[in-house]
């Protein structure tokens, strides 16, 4: 396929930036959705993408978003779930809103987005799905349970999608990070190296990494790299997995 048309959402920053802007290296046409209208543009215009400003908490902006693709390019072959927000918080002090939020943006968003690509992927039969989930789609943390909750439902998403795909050339799959050096992260880091009196190094391997076999944040080009690998033809049969990328964290 010469040219393949991606959706990437929350590609603004992090994770999603390094995934469309890779995508592009790639010779692909990406659109990059975020509700970050500045941030949006600004990775739009360095990257060579095609900016759509959308709230993914809103079931209309996933139709829009879908709807404007196909109208610029007739046609969507590729898309990546990534948009996502943390919130820490233990159970009996988590706000309801939030929960209903971090479902909508990061469990219903993607099956919304999934279920309006599917009829332009299957008249190409080909397609892929590639869901950003987290090590926290497998294992769970205390204060997170907005955040695991939606994720450990992206795997099912995912695990479902993939077996309706199979027979139309589409694949899903889930990618499971531990934790990114994104700036989210970074600035984490920040607020610990001043909280435990650490180093940013022992913040990195005291506190974020103390489970994990590689004492290293994992960038965004290296999750970006497998979505590439994810979306070509050798990843034909590679369908309905939770790809792990965590240090060794759940190797014990
Ligand atoms: P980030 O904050 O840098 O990027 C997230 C992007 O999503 C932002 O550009 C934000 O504007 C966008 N977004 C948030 N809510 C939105 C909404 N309602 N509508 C549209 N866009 C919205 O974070 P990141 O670290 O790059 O995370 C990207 C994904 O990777 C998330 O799903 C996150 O859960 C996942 N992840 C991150 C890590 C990590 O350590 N950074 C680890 C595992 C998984």
């Given at each position: 396929?010469s040219e ?6 929350g ?7 390094a995934i ?6 790639n010779?692909d ?6 509700i970050?209208q500045e941030?949006g543009?600004?990775t ?5 993408g ?8 809103q ?9 404007e ?6 046609r969507?072959?590729i898309?990546v779930n990534?948009?996502?927000?943390q919130?820490?918080?233990?159970i009996?002090?988590?706000?309801l809103?939030?929960w209903?939020n ?5 469990l219903?968003?993607p099956?919304l ?13 080909w397609?892929r799905?590639?869901n950003?989930a ?8 205390p204060?997170?349970s907005g955040y ?6 992206l795997?099912?998403l995912?695990?479902t999608?993939?077996?309706e795909?199979?027979?139309?050339g ?15 992260v970074?600035n984490?880091?920040?607020?610990q190296t ?19 076999a590689?004492?290293?944040?994992i ?20 369908t ?9 964290w759940t190797?014990r």
């Amino acid at each position: 396929m010469s040219e393949r048309i991606a959706i990437v959402t929350g590609a603004a920053s992090g994770i999603g930036k390094a995934i469309a802007t890779a995508l592009v290296q790639n010779g692909d046409s990406v659109v990059i959705a975020d509700i970050d209208q500045e941030q949006g543009w600004a990775t739009a215009t360095e990257i060579d993408g095609h900016f759509v400003q959308v709230d993914l908490l809103q079931p209309a902006a996933c139709r829009r978003l879908v709807d404007e693709t196909i109208d610029r390019y007739n046609r969507v072959d590729i898309l990546v779930n990534n948009a996502g927000f943390q919130h820490i918080d233990p159970i009996d002090q988590f706000p309801l809103e939030v929960w209903k939020n971090m479902l909508a943006v990061m469990l219903t968003a993607p099956f919304l987005l999934t279920k309006y690509v599917w009829s332009s992927m299957q008249a190409n039969a080909w397609g892929r799905i590639i869901n950003i989930a987290s090590i926290h789609g497998r294992v769970a943390s205390p204060f997170k349970s907005g955040y695991v909750t939606a994720k450990h439902g992206l795997i099912g998403l995912t695990r479902t999608a993939a077996l309706e795909g199979g027979q139309h050339g589409i694949t899903v799959n889930a990618i499971c990070p531990a934790y990114v050096k994104t700036p989210l992260v970074e600035n984490q880091i920040a607020d610990q190296t001043r909280t435990r009196q650490l180093s940013p190094q022992e913040v990195i391997e005291q506190v974020m990494l103390s489970p994990a076999a590689i004492k290293r944040l994992i960038t965004s080009e290296e999750v970006a790299a497998l979505v590439i690998y994810l979306c070509s033809e050798a990843a034909g049969v590679v369908t309905g997995a939770d790809w792990v990328i965590d240090l060794g964290w759940t190797a014990r």
